[in-house]
């Protein structure tokens, strides 16, 4: 970049220059002592008074679903249109680190640990369980398509593949793109604030930054503790349903241990011998269950549900994002606008992973693999798993004609209706619990990353401290508080969903013009 556009992009601010380093740690003040000490009020007083936390947190996500659903939609329209932009524009050509910077990882690994850790665990449930409610009217039609019916089960499909397909890669692509060009190309913290210098400037090192960098932590840890308490709850589900384990209490706890105890050997083992090497065993073992379901639950009729997903999931794509005199409200708040506050709330975390492992990569390599080739992969998955366990229930087949019994069960009442169901079920299992591995796994780093000032080689005991506190805060809300506690802790997660969606509409505009100024920078040089 030109000189005369370096003061405006570019500062003086060294990573890790307001770090303090008591007991050898290094840590950023004030983010780490004020996230810390807001998550130890949380946890208390969730605790203490678990019914009002719950009602609270309840209200205002409901407060924020109901009065914000425009911004929610409007938000996750504009940032699909933002990163398909950034796959034809000149600017596509820029490589995040620099002409001279090169991939870290293997096409391969890399989209292994971006997968596994966007959205890896959700697809093993709900690919299954939403097209089955949708079709059955458990709670709500999409578009109030009459239920069990030719056109509902089209509509199942279709809306089950708007809620994993481009909109939640876009909104975790428009964070991993600014994080990384600002923290690869610019030398700037791999923290989030970093992404909004060219609007903020100087101040982003100050209490703007801080607000952002907290917001960020404690959307991500919450985000985190929630799905691996609901996830233990699902875990001790699936093993009821094979082994006659007791479900309760003991065995979730016993489940979240177990997942936080791998996790903190993986974090140890760091990015290479940790999150990549289980994100590939993992992807390989759910590539062999996406092959089993293919052949013995769909065979030939695979094809056909490929591009009966896709023509649903196309033609559906622009009703579904309309917010303006829907008649399905009910259906579209408590599913879409739900969905995207959550994947808003997880941006943060997924984002700035994704970013961590994509030096190297040009931005229109990057955004065609954080956008493109994900929804690809999940259509195949959503044709396979989606449409067996749809089939399924049209066709009387199994626990699944009769609707849904239990979310956390459909997966297992799906794979119970085809060969070998005890050894799939085993495998699915074995891929819910290593997903939630590497999700900890890959969190942990990213927390630590912000706690840390944005330094990526802070003290390995900073990553154990975050992977052992998302098991404890799962474990001590489930524990003390059961399900109203992991529910109030959701409902804040996705209440924090509303100011990061409106943050993220200005870190598309600061990205923007960051990635403005250089390509007219470059046009200058190749013109003198």
């Not at 370096?6 to 996230?35: A, K, M, W």
């Not at 209706?417 to 939630?436: D, E, K, N, R």
């Not at 959701?490 to 100011?499: F, K, R, T, V």
Request: glycine share 10%.
């Amino acid at each position: 970049m030109s000189q005369s556009l370096r003061p405006r992009f570019d500062t003086d601010y060294e990573v890790g220059q307001d770090n303090v380093q008591p007991f050898g740690l290094d840590l950023h003040n004030p983010v780490f002592f004020i996230s810390a000490l807001l998550m130890l009020a949380f946890v208390v007083g969730t605790l203490v008074f678990p019914d009002a936390a719950f009602a609270a947190l309840d209200g205002a996500k409901s407060w924020a679903i109901t009065y914000f659903d425009w911004l929610f939609m409007l938000g996750g329209n504009f940032f699909v249109l933002f990163c398909l932009a950034m796959i034809v524009l000149p600017s596509g050509r820029i490589r995040l680190g620099g002409p001279q910077a090169r991939p870290e990882y293997s096409r391969l690994s890399w989209f292994a640990m971006l997968f596994a850790a966007g959205m890896g665990i959700g697809l093993m449930f709900w690919s299954v369980a939403e097209p089955v409610a949708y079709y059955t009217d458990w709670f709500g039609t999409p578009l109030d398509v009459p239920p069990e019916t030719p056109e509902a089960a089209r509509a199942a499909l279709g809306a089950t593949m708007y809620h994993w397909g481009f909109h939640p890669w876009a909104i975790y692509g428009v964070v991993a793109l600014a994080l990384a060009y600002f923290g690869f190309n610019h030398g700037m913290p791999l923290t989030i604030r970093s992404a909004f210098y060219p609007l903020l400037g100087e101040r982003c090192w100050g209490w703007w930054g801080h607000a952002i960098d907290t917001l960020a932590v404690l959307a991500t840890i919450f985000g985190l503790a929630t799905s691996l308490g609901l996830g233990a709850q699902q875990a001790a589900a699936g093993l009821n349903y094979l082994f006659d384990v007791s479900p309760g209490l003991n065995t979730q706890v016993a489940v979240i241990v177990g997942v936080t105890a791998v996790a903190v050997l993986s974090v140890m083992r760091g990015i290479d011998g940790g999150v990549k090497l289980l994100s590939n065993a993992n992807m390989l073992l759910a590539l062999t269950l996406l092959l089993f379901v293919i052949l013995v639950g769909a065979g030939w009729a695979i094809f056909g549900r490929v591009f009966s997903t896709a023509g649903a999931y196309l033609g559906q794509i622009l009703p579904l994002s309309n917010w303006i005199g829907r008649e399905d409200e009910g259906w579209f708040h408590g599913w879409t606008v739900f969905y995207w506050a959550w994947w808003v709330s997880w941006s943060p975390f997924v984002g700035m992973f994704i970013a961590r492992i994509s030096r190297g990569r040009t931005i229109r390599e990057f955004m065609v693999a954080v956008l493109l080739v994900p929804t690809s992969v999940t259509l195949l998955w959503m044709a396979a798993f989606g449409g067996t366990a749809l089939a399924q229930a049209r066709n009387g087949v199994g626990a699944l004609a009769d609707g849904i019994d239990r979310v956390s069960l459909t997966l297992f009442d799906m794979l119970a209706a085809l060969p070998w169901s005890g050894l799939t079920s085993m495998v699915a299992i074995v891929l819910v619990l290593v997903f939630f591995v590497t999700s900890s796994d890959s969190g942990s780093l990213v927390i630590d990353s912000i706690t840390a000032g944005g330094k990526l080689d802070a003290p390995v005991a900073q990553r154990v401290f975050w992977a052992v506190m998302e098991g404890l805060i799962a474990g001590a809300l489930l524990f003390g508080g059961g399900a109203e506690a992991l529910k109030a802790l959701q409902a804040g997660a996705i209440s924090a969903g509303l100011p990061f969606t409106a943050l993220l509409l200005v870190m598309c505009l600061s990205l923007y013009r960051a990635l403005r100024a250089e390509s007219r920078a470059r046009r200058a040089a190749a013109q003198a």
